[in-house]
């Protein structure tokens, strides 16, 4: 079973006579500039009558002087979802527990799943914020002795982001029988940001980043995971030949040399989300706090309000494949567009009660 995820899809919008290009996209979490003038300009000048670096070397030895790493600790993938997969396979067996906290990301219980190990859930509860109970959590954790334990931070769909204090505490609980990934996806573009670079020196943890979200490259597939040696090349040997493209690698490059962009971008998400906080607590709607470039909302029948909206030519992420189908999950954009949702939201809101 394939996990269910944001984005269009063009059947979708085939179905309710919409246009891709009429519609502003909310459901995705990526940069609200798109892809830097460097990087797209990097992408155009790929050479596609090459095969590209089957290791992608240079991008790793790149990342590899920015993180104060090895090149032997970084494994770069054709997106986070497929590294999940490949730490799955590599790292668990048939019948081996796997924990995962939720509600969050539906690949990591599919990896799981495909690897045949058993998925144990560390749940939050909507009443408290959807804030994990981190005590009972570690408790669980040393009576589970999971093999492998995901961890969203910040977390998808909730926002939630935890500090360095709870994270340490759940990878040294973990430690004993097995390995944390600890997912940086929308690390780039929180509130209150940390450095978890430094925590794979205390060994017992895995970290997953995607430059898909911070660097808009959505499109290309890009990501990259932080492990011990051993581990990064038991995944090395399951990936498969030429998965990271010319175009991903050389964007990549061109974006690591960027960080203007992204500066600018934080700006953007900061200004547009305590707008978007701002107006939905105005229209009655019920909104989590989140550390993260998006917003968790509880606007009654998730599937029903993002019908309405995409007809409007507004996506957002209908959470009910979290088991939140209550909510939905809005992406920060810049202002000017963030102020056409309100609009439309709110009379589709007022509609609806």
């Not at 906290?101 to 998925?119: I, L, M, N, W």
């Not at 959807?130 to 009576?143: D, H, S």
């Amino acid at each position: 079973m394939n996990p269910v995820h944001g984005g269009l899809e063009e059947a979708e919008l085939r179905a309710l006579g919409v246009g891709r290009d009429q519609v502003i996209d909310f459901s995705s979490n990526i940069n609200p500039l798109g892809p830097s003038p460097r990087v797209r300009r990097a992408a155009a000048e790929a050479d596609l009558s090459a095969y590209p670096d089957r290791h992608s070397l240079v991008l790793r030895e790149a990342l590899a002087g920015r993180l104060g790493v090895e090149t032997e600790n970084i494994l770069v993938g054709n997106g986070s979802t497929e590294l999940i997969r490949l730490l799955a396979r590599a790292w668990l067996r048939p019948g081996e527990k796997c924990l995962i906290f939720q509600p969050t990301f539906g690949e990591y219980e599919t990896a799981a799943s495909q690897a045949g190990a058993e998925t144990v859930s560390i749940p939050a509860g909507e009443q408290q914020g959807f804030q994990w109970p981190i005590t009972a959590a570690v408790r669980a954790i040393k009576e589970v002795r999971p093999r492998l334990v995901f961890l969203c931070n910040p977390n998808n769909p909730t926002g939630v982001f935890l500090s360095r204090g709870p994270v340490d505490r759940i990878r040294r609980a973990v430690a004993d029988s097995g390995l944390l990934m600890l997912d940086d996806a929308y690390a780039p573009l929180a509130d209150h940001r940390w450095d978890t670079t430094p925590v794979l020196k205390d060994g017992g943890v895995a970290l997953l980043r995607s430059m898909t979200k911070d660097h808009a490259l959505a499109g290309v597939r890009l990501g990259y995971m932080l492990a011990e040696p051993d581990l990064i090349a038991v995944m090395r040997e399951l990936q498969p030949s030429w998965s990271v493209n010319a175009v991903a690698q050389a964007a990549g490059l061109a974006a690591l040399g960027d960080e203007a962009h992204l500066d600018e971008a934080r700006m953007v998400v900061s200004e547009s989300k305590r707008y978007l906080s701002g107006e939905l607590e105005a229209l009655g709607i019920a909104a989590n706090s989140s550390a993260a470039n998006f917003i968790l909302a509880k606007v009654g029948s998730a599937a029903k309000m993002r019908t309405a909206l995409l007809r409007r030519g507004i996506a957002v992420r209908d959470c009910t494949s979290f088991g939140l189908p209550e909510h939905i999950r809005i992406a920060i954009r810049r202002r000017e567009e963030c102020e056409i949702l309100v609009e439309a939201l709110g009379e589709e809101w007022a509609g609806g009660r």
